[in-house]
Nanobody, 119 residues
């Protein structure tokens, strides 16, 4: 079992910045990757950025060059630094951990944090 606690988010004007944090606890050794997804009502939940155990990162095309995903292994925490925010970035952001449970990988999710970008 993996538990995820998110912090950050809020309201910001277009062009501004926010940082999201996600602290993991529990069966940390089983985690294969961590990252952030976002959800807009009426649309599917989409990947924003992810980092593997080996340190490889993946970004959605829409956030490349503006968002940076990093991690602090000592704190078991990943951070999503979001710069040059646009109204289109408005969504509920969810922290994700993909971890091995038994013979299968499963996804764990945080509670979600609202990010609102005003124009």
């Amino acid at each position: 079992q993996v538990q995820l606690v998110e912090s950050g988010g809020g309201l910001v004007q277009a062009g501004g910045s926010l940082r999201l944090s996600c602290a993991a606890s529990g069966s940390l050794f089983s985690i294969n990757s961590m990252g952030w997804y976002r959800h807009v009502p009426g649309k599917q939940r989409d990947l924003v950025a992810a980092i593997t155990r080996g340190g490889s990162t993946t970004y959605a095309d829409s956030v490349k060059g503006r968002f940076t995903l990093s991690r602090d292994n000592a704190k078991n925490t990943v951070y999503l630094q979001m710069n040059s925010l646009e109204p289109e970035d408005t969504a509920v952001y969810y922290c994700n951990a993909n971890a091995l449970e038994g013979w299968n990988y499963r996804d764990y999710w945080g509670q979600g944090t609202q990010v609102t970008v005003s124009s």
